[in-house]
């Protein structure tokens, strides 16, 4: 295959441009932008590549269709609301990792990423795929976000065996700094977030109108939940730490079998029977690990989901899309184990 | 005033030295403990301290009572409990950092650090004293946990207030590294821990016993919390996320305004307005910084609380319990502000 | 006595008012700026002091003099060279953090800042006073650089004792991120610099015509060295790792009686017998802790000297500079002990 | 092929398993140890390979020889001096990342590992073979330590052109921690060694001698070096920082082609024409990268290479010794690209 990818200069980009030329199926990966770097500014942009001779082609679809077999789109959110007709008219295959298609409903993508939203036909023609769970619908992917993909591995089971109270949903998700990608803010610059942590876009986090459209496909009754982000000195991980109130009364045993079965033929998803995941254990990796616990005298359902945001959260989860819309078997081009030091 | 100070080559231990020789009431500090390493193996345990001649006498209540007129001690738990019947007996002022006194029920001493408690009519004889809001009632103060010191600070406006359901208390508490003291353990080692961050101790922390103890004087009825302490990869620092459900429909302002008014003449509690505090915002100080949010959607209140665990946490939060008991004012030899870089 | 303090939202100047603030001979602190932030704007960038009710006045060098006893400037180079002037006409007592006094050489000024100096006679009215070894000349001092203390400290005793080979001189210097100020750049992003590490400005810093300046009055036949800089992922801290051959045959223990000969009788330069010292060991303080050795297969000497960049390096130098300017005992206001953890 | 592994639970070891795991022509790995945990003690020692069932086989030459093609030995220096003379006599195909076969001169071993070496016979038997130089002259191959490689790498060059005074050789090299293993230790401990760095075994490393064994292949009058071992709070990544004066007046340009020339050839080092390279760079890959300078004012050539010291200081030039043993084309398993963030 010949894969078009617009966008390696940023975290997702380069991860994905990496993950593309280790896949099996992929013959050459051709570089697209709408800006376009000199070969020595991109060189310096992506500077752990610098064996390569790397190009940036001007951006144009009808290149990319005549030249590629499917494109990635690793670009910022507001890009591809602007470029996607042209795929989506085609039925061309588009994996893209913004938040422009994720969300059907154009007034939630309008309040949350403050900018008009993609037409609503074309909204409605995109898959949001959480590549664990479900199988494309289309041959536009809207892979998930970060936040969202440790929450809805975290929760999706107990909505989907009604564990929980609906209203009781809280998370409190915490992340590294590379989620915010290479932008230069304040609490990006090392002396200011080393040492420290602090929450952020409380009940604001772009994320949430997402996570709230997939539950409510597991449970119509769904609303709403508390979602707090922290920031975390890390470079690189998200956890989900989730807590909801049972519906009736629970044991643990029940608690890790319900998650045990659901995630019983989902390669990478692990569930531990005890104790409970850390950052590193899934780092550099497509898995997401579970850990769970349920408080008899609180009774509350704890679980914690973690990630490699670069990875299952944006750049290996649209490979495993990718593998999916062309038929691949799902772990080609994912074997490599986490790196967990 | 002398000051004997026992276990100074810990975390907790330096951190008082250092702010015992910057108080302007205290003359002399002298050290003692139950093992005396030479003065080259003590000045090699702190070496931060290296032009200084520092000497360990060796442990006797007798001495310690003759010598000087107050003692801290900054020794591990199950110390205390051995040894302060002595200083109780004789009603020499104690202020313990250790976990032996903090209890009222042996019991849940007894299941929380597995081992044998103090004496019940000792215990009964301790004053646990969070300095920012009670006065020491007698002359052996617990010192208050860390843990505890920023989910108490956090929570207890809500209970006095009668603002929350009581069953509804979840608290995400963040730690780093430091709180964990001297000892060499996996967790923390470096290569594991940097770039890393897990739970552990889900609802079997010591510090939860005394956490329901202390809500319970303010709301009687209060049974229980969910709490979840979280490592993130700092040396200092806790952060206590809370989340609560309202009794009755409430707005941010007036979930503020409770704060605001609980805390308004306490110099060592800053009520954020808006917005939310980081952990370097309070490092190497004794203040609590609060901030708060109320989420209309989920009906679900979120405080944030952050301390510096080795200072409010453990050794400024000491000395602020010093002063009380001494009757200093309260600001005396802690006026030092944050270092926030 | 009453402070000016101009550019308090620098991480010098946020730590040079903190330092004043614990000085027991400053009465008051005002803060004048050029740019004059709103008080919410103020408090915002400087979040750690945020129970402190902070203003800053418009810049006035006529109102400086008429109100306060003392300017500190803790701005960034090209400010002073153009600002001085009138202090220094008026001999009113300016200590300057920044770099605009501290060559007596236009022509190095200007290769090195790559900006206009300032006149000639100004510069010549300035003393470069490093503050453990001098005695200011005059009433405009020029604090000095954060990589040239630390380097001074640990090559001055070596050229005093006319102990190297002049040619020989090669320091390997390594600074963590606060040096660079609060300056967004690619550099200083947390997910570029954590778990890294890269020389930069090597043999092109600005501290280079400093250092031989300086050591020139030690020895005038001194011409340069081999100066690399080299970022580490740490907050604060420059470890200079020197090295030189030695003129003839030396001991390790003639090596250490050179260095501690030369510092007896100063209070914030330790010299260790054995071993080598780490950042943390003065972290937060004044210090300078120096280590050595002498190896004679390859005939090396090796001096590690370690400082906090913002303290010894910049904001404690300052006020021990203050100190000596006005007459207070040497150690007024730099008795806190390093926070080595 | 079938691998046998022993050491699998170390940070080389685990690394080594990843790798051999997606190495093309291995078919099957088999684990080895003298202590054989149980399978769930494995499984926690190797947590994020949680979804794989390992097993480690009791140690023996026997089984190893009969059931496997070649064995990699990721075990501390002692082991190997011990274990390693049934091999040799078989001529059975070894990689041995340990020190015990780097030396060929006992008494150096003797001084610097302080333990016993192994027969003299065996060591003159194996091959000490730094991947990117050699090619391996008999079955046992002892694979060069982390340091060394670094430091050959950026030296080799020097020496081979004859372009330095041979007494000029100063190394500041600069490590990680997880170069030192998973054992537990002062300096390992996060509240220690976060926000620190200090020198360590200065002149007194265990790779000084293989250093010096190998440039004396390349100029017999080499004597010895400089070698400092600094400490940096990162998990990964080794930086050598050379320094040399040359022979004869130098240029920037005939020192960069020197090296380019060098390498010109050898796919897994890379030579910057500009600038320096950062550690993060070689994270996680096989590269080295190298940088260079040459400052005209103190007549000093200034060499920094940086590499991963579990990869190419380690595991994946164990990779590429096997890859040369093997007869499989040089990069077979190693194509993966830096993660540089």
């Not at 940023?10 to 070969?39: C, I, M, N």
């Not at 023609?125 to 970060?146: M, R, T």
Request: glycine share 4%; charged share 20%.
């Amino acid at each position: 295959m010949k894969i078009a990818l617009v966008g390696v200069t940023g975290y997702t980009g380069a991860t994905l441009f990496k993950l593309l030329k280790q896949h099996p199926e992929v013959d050459e990966v051709r570089l697209y932008g709408r800006s376009t770097p000199s070969d020595d500014e991109l060189a310096a942009l992506l500077s752990g590549f610098r064996h390569l001779s790397l190009h940036i082609h001007e951006y144009s679809s009808v290149n990319i269709m005549q030249e590629c077999d499917l494109v990635f789109f690793a670009t910022p959110a507001k890009v591809t609301s602007q470029l996607a007709l042209d795929f989506i008219q085609a039925d061309f295959p588009v994996i893209d990792l913004s938040g422009d298609f994720r969300l059907k409903d154009s007034a939630d993508y309008e309040r949350y990423y403050q900018a008009p939203a993609a037409p609503s036909q074309a909204l409605q023609a995109a898959s949001y795929n959480l590549a664990d769970l479900k199988k494309p619908q289309s041959n536009y992917i809207a892979n998930p976000g970060c936040y969202a993909t440790a929450t809805l591995l975290a929760t999706i089971p107990l909505l989907a065996a009604d564990l929980i109270d609906l209203d009781s949903l809280i998370v409190d998700a915490k992340s590294g700094l590379s989620g915010a990608g290479k932008k230069l803010t304040t609490s990006s610059h090392y002396a200011y977030i080393n040492e420290n942590s602090l929450p952020y876009k409380v009940n604001q986090h772009q994320h949430i109108p997402e996570i709230i459209q997939e539950l409510q496909t597991w449970q119509p009754a769904f609303k709403t939940l508390q979602f707090t982000t922290t920031l975390i000195p890390v470079t690189r991980g998200i956890m989900a730490s989730v807590y909801a109130k049972p519906k009736k009364p629970l044991s643990q045993a029940e608690l890790y079998q319900t998650f045990a079965d659901f995630y019983q033929d989902k390669p990478f998803v692990r569930v531990l029977k005890d104790g409970f995941p850390s950052l590193k254990e899934v780092a550099y990796s497509n898995y997401t690990d579970i850990g769970l616990a349920y408080d008899e005298a609180s009774h509350t359902i704890f679980i914690c989901s973690v990630i490699d945001n670069l990875m299952k959260g944006a750049s290996s989860q649209a490979i495993q899309n990718m593998n999916l819309l062309c038929g691949f078997p799902l772990e080609t081009g994912l074997t490599a184990l986490p790196t967990f030091f």
